[in-house]
């Protein structure tokens, strides 16, 4: 989903604000999800990467932030006031740090925006991505620079972006409702990894047992398990795989990271949809040194960077 919403709209049926109707949407989604699902995955993304608007006839769909699409009336809000934005953080990871000072500046790559997160949870946590680049936005501010709020929240500037005006820090440099974040998301994921090796540890076990109920049980499983993979990748056709926080991770964009999207690929010369407005792919904004180029949403550069984009979230 993310993937024809921010990157690859099936031709004619974008407009100009990135909205797309949500029966086409249903169309052009390979595992062809119901509108149910689609909701679902909009109302429970964590980063709200997804709008949906009810208002029209019939309802229609758009990404918040993390195009690769340019668009020429984005649904954004301009930032004038540093106050408004207290912090602002880009994340990467070593070695892309070491070629965004080398180049002096962050750039946007396939993305149309640098992206800053601004709140905990657009922070992605990918193994990657260990650097943290605070912005100091009044400083950008000053410079000419112009930035954007997303309507998820997400701090966005075209670029290219100074490496003056960002510093590392390390998470206990940000404030404690940051840092509480982070943790809490670190032992979310540690007991997770607990309880599959129990899972795995219980499986071992059952399968020592007799012969004959083993085999019924393991036939039994797989059938369950069969069911199981066929709703799982239905919620997946709907949203895509989850992951690209800010700053995404390597797509050459920045923010959001490649996805795993259950789009189908659009077929080659549909005619537009009535009254939409085609939108034309983005330039990129210049090539990333090569260490850079590599999904929610963006603009940073990552050795998985070079993937950055949709699953500056």
């Not at 640098?114 to 260990?130: E, I, L, Q, S, Y």
């Not at 605070?134 to 112009?146: C, E, N, S």
């Not at 039994?220 to 989850?242: H, I, L, S, V």
């Amino acid at each position: 989903m993310s993937k024809l919403l921010r990157h690859n709209p099936p031709p004619g049926t974008m407009d100009a604000a990135g909205w797309i109707s949500l029966p086409v949407l249903l169309r052009h989604l390979r595992q062809h999800p119901t509108e149910e699902q689609v909701r679902q995955v909009v109302d429970s993304c964590p980063k709200k990467r997804f709008v949906l608007d009810d208002s029209t006839q019939p309802p229609r769909i758009r990404a918040a932030q993390g195009h690769s699409v340019e668009l020429a009336d984005a649904v954004l809000d301009p930032v004038t006031d540093a106050a408004a934005v207290p912090v602002a953080v880009h994340v990467t990871s070593n070695s892309s740090w070491e070629a965004i000072q080398a180049s002096g500046h962050l750039l946007r790559m396939k993305r149309t925006h640098v992206h800053f997160a601004t709140a905990p949870h657009h922070m992605r946590t990918n193994k990657w991505a260990d650097v943290l680049l605070r912005l100091d936005l009044q400083a950008g501010l000053a410079q000419g620079l112009q930035f954007f709020r997303s309507s998820n929240d997400v701090l966005l500037c075209e670029g290219p972006v100074p490496v003056g005006v960002v510093s590392r820090v390390e998470l206990t440099d940000l404030p404690p409702e940051w840092q509480q974040a982070a943790a809490g998301r670190g032992q979310g994921r540690g007991q997770g990894q607990g309880q599959q090796a129990q899972g795995q540890q219980g499986q071992g076990q059952g399968e020592q047992g007799q012969g004959g109920q083993g085999g019924q049980g393991q036939q039994g499983k797989g059938k369950r398990q069969r069911r199981g993979k066929k709703g799982g990748r239905d919620a997946a056709a709907a949203g895509g795989q989850e992951g690209e926080d800010v700053a995404e991770g390597p797509a050459g964009t920045g923010a959001d990271g490649a996805e795993a999207s259950a789009a189908a690929e659009p077929k080659a010369g549909p005619a537009p949809e009535a009254g939409v407005a085609p939108v034309s792919k983005v330039a990129p904004a210049g090539a990333e040194p090569k260490a850079e180029a590599g999904p929610e949403a963006g603009a940073a550069v990552a050795p998985a960077e070079a993937n950055e984009a949709a699953r500056q979230g």
